[in-house]
């Protein structure tokens, strides 16, 4: 069956310093791979999308790379700031536009 | 723009009751899907639809029922509640780029 892991639970980091999150999915060929923000009480919101045949993209403070092989996908989040605690989700979509989601990384992030 | 819209923000229910969760979006988008969200698990997907008039199951479909009269609306009716619903409901539809809008959720619990 499909599955969709995200390294840990939580990520504690001090302030500056760069978050690096983990997404590992096995059984899935994705056609996108998505990263989502979600805080306390509030609905996901996007982040980042990243297709099948790209490696890297950015987004201001914001970095995530696809590596199909390894079917792996890291997001980092360079100078980091307490504003950026929250938890974040990766979500996978297949051609047929549904998206499923890891269970989502809680990240503090210390002053 | 609005976004999407879910109403209403929190429900109490009793056991064997129905209700209706309410989403509208105004973005004319075709897609759009329910997910419901407990702790530890991640988003799991309930129902979606691809356009007005066509609906089908999503991961966790049971004991809830989806329609799709216009482009804007795609309520989730709840047909006898019970303890295992009591989660938090999102409503979400899917730009032409691929990511997906949800609502700030409804949060639901059954007694």
């Known amino acids: 069956s499909q599955k969709i892991e995200q390294n840990s639970e939580a990520l504690n980091i001090q302030e500056g310093k760069t978050a690096t999150l983990t997404c590992n999915y096995t059984n899935y060929s994705p056609a996108y791979l998505q990263w989502y923000r979600q805080d306390p009480g509030r609905g996901p919101v996007f982040l980042l999308l990243?297709?099948?045949?790209?490696k890297e993209k950015r987004k201001e403070r914001l970095k995530v790379t696809f590596d199909t092989t390894l079917k792996q996908s890291l997001f980092h989040i360079t100078a980091s700031q307490p504003a950026d605690s929250a938890t974040y989700l990766c979500a996978l979509d297949g051609d047929d536009y549904k998206l499923s989601f890891g269970a989502g990384t809680t990240v503090t992030v210390r002053a | 723009n609005a976004g999407v819209t879910q109403t209403p923000k929190f429900q109490v229910l009793k056991t064997g009751q129905s209700m209706t969760l309410q989403c509208a979006q105004d973005?004319?988008?075709?897609?759009m899907s329910w997910y419901r969200q407990d702790p530890g698990m991640g988003l799991r997907l309930i129902h979606y639809?691809?356009?007005?008039?066509?609906?089908d199951q999503g991961e966790v479909p049971n004991g809830y029922n989806v329609s799709r009269s216009t482009t804007e609306d795609f309520p989730l009716r709840l047909l006898s509640a019970a303890p295992s619903q009591t989660s938090v409901y999102f409503c979400a539809s899917r730009t032409l780029q691929g990511n997906h809008t949800f609502g700030s959720g409804t949060r639901l619990t059954v007694v």
């Open positions: 639809s691809v356009g007005a008039g066509i609906t």
């Open positions: 973005m004319n988008h075709e897609y």
């Open positions: 990243i297709r099948e045949n790209e």
